[in-house]
């Protein structure tokens, strides 16, 4: 019943993942680049970085591949940061260098309120997680290939370990300078993308494709991640359940969700067990 649960919920997130597959004519770099965007934004921010993607192709970032300049001029830009006046030399240099790139690509950048700020701790604003994202593309070429051909979680964890330009390591925000701090892509979060967006696409992959080792891939991969911790796995835990990996807590969430809470007790072997056990009184 755990594994119906877990392929129940890698399908339904497949369904997402699909339709933008199916938009991009196939192309399975561009659907994970614009997944991975996504993942970027965690749960706060994952439609405006989801838009972001979108809105600014890969293949135009990798026109301007070997220029980490560029392509945060692109991403900032596009994502409306860089609407505003600064005091600052870098922003400016900045907005100038997008100025000229959204006129050669007629782009029109996002709204800045789109973003959201409040009640963050600053190492996941937005700013950073695009700044971590610009040195992503900047430092890997045939990702979706890297993360299909890797073994196991320690290479994903390799492929995405990123760190900030020298700009970010003392900024937050534009324009506020801080104490000088590395910002890299904590393995926290490496792990929650692998959970919402890397595992689920790689298991998409091998549906298309029928190929079963990829599939397996995708729950090897969350076999191997510690168990997410959150409300409903603590209320499991209360309860007895003693979840081991993600992919028990994948499919605990997804028995809550989409079981629990729609009363399909009668269709659950879980449910049915309790009531054979405790048959209503006539």
Same mark, same amino acid.
């Given at each position: 019943?755990?594994?119906?649960?877990?392929?129940?919920?890698?399908?339904?997130?497949?369904?997402?993942?699909?339709?933008?597959?199916?938009?991009?004519?196939?192309?399975?770099?561009?659907?994970?680049?614009?997944?991975?965007?996504?993942?970027?934004?965690?749960?706060?921010?994952?439609?405006?970085?989801?838009?972001?993607?979108?809105?600014?192709?890969?293949?135009?970032?990798?026109?301007?591949?070997?220029?980490?300049?560029?392509?945060?001029?692109?991403?900032?830009?596009?994502?409306?940061?860089?609407?505003?006046?600064?005091?600052?030399?870098?922003?400016?240099?900045?907005?100038?260098?997008?100025?000229?790139?959204?006129?050669?690509?007629?782009?029109?950048?996002?709204?800045?309120?789109?973003?959201?700020?409040?009640?963050?701790?600053?190492?996941?604003?937005?700013?950073?997680?695009i700044a971590q994202f610009a040195m992503l593309i900047f430092?890997?070429?045939?990702?979706?290939?890297?993360?299909?051909?890797?073994?196991?979680?320690?290479? @994903?964890?390799?492929?995405?370990?990123?760190?900030?330009?020298?700009?970010?390591?003392?900024?937050?925000?534009?324009?506020?300078?801080?104490?000088?701090?590395?910002?890299?892509?904590?393995?926290?979060?490496?792990?929650?993308?692998?959970?919402?967006?890397?595992?689920?696409?790689?298991?998409?992959?091998?549906?298309?494709?029928?190929?079963?080792?990829?599939?397996?891939?995708?729950?090897?991969?969350?076999?191997?991640?510690?168990?997410?911790?959150?409300? @409903?796995?603590?209320?499991?835990?209360?309860?007895?359940?003693?979840?081991?990996?993600?992919?028990?807590?994948?499919?605990?969430?997804?028995?809550?969700?989409?079981?629990?809470?729609?009363?399909?007790c009668l269709s659950c072997p879980i449910g049915n067990a309790?009531?054979?056990?405790?048959?209503?009184?006539?």
């Open positions: 019943w755990m594994d119906r649960l877990l392929v129940e919920r890698l399908e339904q997130r497949c369904e997402k993942i699909a339709v933008l597959l199916k938009a991009n004519k196939h192309n399975w770099e561009e659907t994970f680049y614009q997944c991975l965007a996504s993942g970027f934004g965690l749960k706060v921010n994952t439609e405006p970085f989801g838009q972001l993607g979108r809105a600014l192709p890969l293949l135009t970032l990798l026109k301007h591949k070997n220029q980490l300049f560029q392509i945060e001029a692109l991403l900032f830009g596009q994502a409306g940061f860089l609407a505003f006046d600064f005091k600052e030399e870098y922003p400016n240099k900045l907005k100038k260098e997008f100025a000229f790139l959204q006129e050669k690509y007629e782009l029109k950048p996002m709204a800045a309120f789109s973003w959201k700020f409040l009640r963050m701790r600053p190492a996941n604003f937005p700013s950073i997680r430092q890997s070429t045939h990702l979706f290939s890297k993360i299909l051909a890797a073994s196991d979680i320690a290479e @994903i964890e390799n492929a995405l370990a990123v760190k900030v330009s020298p700009y970010w390591e003392s900024h937050y925000v534009f324009d506020k300078e801080t104490k000088k701090r590395k910002k890299s892509l904590g393995k926290r979060t490496i792990h929650l993308l692998t959970i919402n967006i890397i595992a689920p696409i790689i298991f998409l992959y091998g549906k298309e494709k029928a190929n079963d080792k990829y599939k397996n891939k995708a729950f090897q991969l969350l076999e191997s991640l510690k168990p997410e911790t959150n409300k @409903i796995i603590n209320k499991w835990g209360e309860l007895g359940m003693k979840p081991d990996s993600a992919y028990q807590t994948q499919a605990l969430l997804q028995l809550k969700n989409k079981h629990c809470d729609a009363q399909k309790i009531l054979n056990k405790h048959p209503t009184k006539k």
